[in-house]
């Protein structure tokens, strides 16, 4: 398949919005339910501002403090993934999210996307990167594992109940 990885430009922000509607209703909790630490979806979904500014002042973390990349074939959009160069909650970069169109999935996008997330934050001398995903999402876990991820812990029943938050990282060496 053809296709190459960019930094997103203002064009493609319809496109990635539409993908987090659609592909974020597989998330525990649904994207669309969500005040998340970041505030990253809200935020860019427009909602929730208020409840956003009382809980983080004004540190919340906004879009335009991200680095977000897309994986295009020409204008079609087939997936994205964006991080934060430092994110107050955690110690050090942290990758906020990753999404591939759902027809797509398993044919190394996923992997591309994480290569140019690593790749670019090397070129910013970050030196740890953290992640989180949920115990029902077997895919993230396994594409988080295989480029270098290493689980450090496990929050039980924190997604929902039998739903449990995984805290993986991934140090770079110099
Ligand atoms: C998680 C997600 C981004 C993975 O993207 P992807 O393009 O499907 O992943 P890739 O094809 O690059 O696969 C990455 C690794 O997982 C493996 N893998 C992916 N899907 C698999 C499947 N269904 N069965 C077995 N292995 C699978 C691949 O073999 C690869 O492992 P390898 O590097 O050891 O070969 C994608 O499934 C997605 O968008 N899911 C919905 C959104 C989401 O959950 N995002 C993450 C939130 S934390």
Redesign the pocket.
């Known amino acids: 398949m053809k296709y190459s990885v960019k930094k997103a430009a203002n064009k493609d922000k319809q496109k990635i919005v539409s993908m987090i509607e659609n592909?974020g209703d597989?998330?525990v909790p649904k994207v669309r339910d969500r005040v998340d630490p970041g505030g990253y979806f809200t935020y860019l979904r427009g909602k929730n501002r208020k409840y956003l500014e009382e809980k983080y002042g004004n540190k919340i973390p906004s879009p335009k403090g991200a680095k977000m990349f897309t994986i295009k074939n020409k204008d079609e959009l087939l997936?994205f993934a964006s991080y934060y160069k430092h994110f107050e909650p955690f110690d050090g970069a942290y990758f906020i999210?990753?999404?591939?169109?759902?027809e797509?999935?398993?044919?190394?996008?996923?992997?591309?996307?994480?290569q140019k997330v690593v790749d670019d934050a090397k070129k910013e001398n970050i030196t740890k990167m953290s992640?989180?995903?949920?115990s029902t999402?077997?895919?993230?876990r396994?594409?988080f594992e295989?480029?270098g991820f290493k689980l450090n812990k496990t929050v039980l029943n924190e997604r929902a109940p039998g739903v449990h938050g995984l805290y993986l990282e991934r140090y770079f060496s110099s």
């Open positions: 592909v597989s998330f997936g999210c990753i999404m591939v169109t759902p797509l999935q398993s044919n190394g996008l996923g992997k591309t996307l994480v992640v989180t995903t949920w999402n077997e895919n993230s396994r594409l295989s480029n």
